[in-house]
Structures are given as C-alpha cells and as structure tokens.
C-alpha cells in the first residue's frame, strides 16, 4: 500500500458509544495529522505529533484522545461525543520541522473518516 | 492571526474554458503555499506547492503564482474538464520558531464544477 489510509471509511456511533479512527501512513514521514473538517467550515487541525510526541493540541476537548504508537501509526479515540462532532476526520503526515534541510513540510492526506454521531 | 480567503466560493464554467481561481491571505510571512483538490466526500490530494521565493510552479494543465508582497496566489486551470470539477483549497504555511514547527492555515475552498 502507498500514501495514507484511513479506517473505516464510515462511522456511525451514539453519544454513548466508544470507538476508533485509525490512519497508516506508508511514506516513511515522521509528522501525522488529525484534522476535522465540518461543512462550510475551514479545514480545522486538532492534533499534531512528530516522532510520536505530541506537539499540538489545538484546544481539542477531552472526548477526542490521540494515540501515536509509532510513526507510521495515528489513532484517534471518540468516547461520549456529541452530534456537533459529525464532520469528516482527515489524517495526514508530512516530514516533521519544516524549513530545515529543504523540507517543504508538504501535507499528504488520507480520505477522511465520515463520523455521524446520533 | 493569519486568514485565507478563496474567491469565488462556487464557480461553474462551460468544458474547455480557461478558468482562475483565487486565494489571499493576511500575513505575507509565509514559508510556502499549497493548492489541494477535495472530491465530495474523499480527502485532499495535493496539486501544487509554492515556496515563498518561487513566483510559480505548474503541473500540466494547472499553473499555480504566488505575489508573497500582496498575499495573493491564483490558480489558473486551462482547458477545464468536467473531470476537473472539485473542490479547490488553498493553504499558507508558516514557520512557527517558538515550535520549531509549522503552521499551516487553510481557505474555505472554491467549489469548481465544469459542465460537459
């Protein structure tokens, strides 16, 4: 497999429910991505980790708990969502540290998680 | 605090016009820029990337330019094809020192739809 892909591509879930969005990225990149985008909203970024480290946390509220066990990996867990969640989850992944060494810090995304909360 | 905008929001042309879409944004510190594709439903498939020192960069049908002074960037499509109907994002990256990281800010996209 090449790029990024995202699992599963669909998900329904209630406000009470606990689940998972994964994300795999195969471009041997060291940065990955949450991002939420919601209709006629701007592309919003919620988490951010270089070499498995959490950089970023853009204010994201408790019930949306990232995991990266390795690079290559990025999880997002949902547990009691809200029905304002529902959007479409993007991860992505770049080489980390933009402007060092020539890295134009270039995002590759996946295509996306639909997440519906009830 | 940076802000991008995209105009037009919606844009709907003829098969085989030459077409432009653009994008401002705020603070013209920027690293670079770069144009995505987003069909409905799916994710972003990036175009196009502009260092700031470059003026433009092009891929076949699509040219992309870059006026860092006045905070614009176009993206020009020739010959569009109904193919080409998508959504058309544009992002400006920063440098953010204190992180040694970067900011990325993106546009509300222009929805592009090219009729057969």
């Known amino acids: 497999e090449t790029g990024v892909t995202q699992t599963p591509r669909h998900l329904v879930m209630g406000m009470t429910n606990k689940k998972s969005l994964k994300c795999e990225q195969h471009?041997?990149?060291?940065?990955m991505y949450w991002y939420k985008q919601s209709a006629k909203k701007p592309l919003e970024l919620m988490f951010v980790?270089?070499?498995?480290?959490?950089?970023e946390n853009n204010s994201v509220p408790s019930r949306f708990s990232p995991e990266c066990p390795n690079s290559s990996h990025l999880f997002l867990h949902l547990h009691t969502l809200q029905p304002e969640d529902s959007a479409l989850y993007l991860c992505?992944?770049?080489?980390?540290?933009?402007?060092?060494?020539?890295?134009?810090?270039?995002?590759?995304f996946g295509e996306g998680s639909r997440l519906t909360v009830l | 605090k940076q802000e991008v905008t995209q105009i037009p929001a919606a844009l709907s042309v003829p098969e085989g016009e030459n077409l432009v879409l653009n994008c401002s944004f705020t603070?013209?510190?920027?690293?670079?820029l770069q144009w995505f594709r987003q069909d409905p439903g799916k994710g972003l498939t990036s175009l196009l990337l502009?260092?700031?020192?470059?003026r433009e960069q092009t891929s076949g049908r699509l040219n992309a330019s870059l006026d860092k002074s006045s905070g614009r960037s176009t993206l020009y499509i020739a010959a569009s094809q109904p193919g080409d109907s998508a959504t058309y994002l544009c992002a400006v990256r920063r440098l953010e020192e204190e992180t040694s990281g970067s900011r990325l800010t993106f546009g509300e996209g222009t929805q592009l739809t090219v009729n057969p």
């Open positions: 980790y270089n070499f498995k480290e959490q950089t």
């Open positions: 471009l041997g990149h060291n940065a």
């Open positions: 603070d013209s510190a920027i690293y670079n």
């Open positions: 502009i260092q700031s020192s470059q």
């Open positions: 992505a992944s770049s080489q980390p540290n933009a402007g060092t060494s020539g890295n134009t810090g270039e995002l590759f």
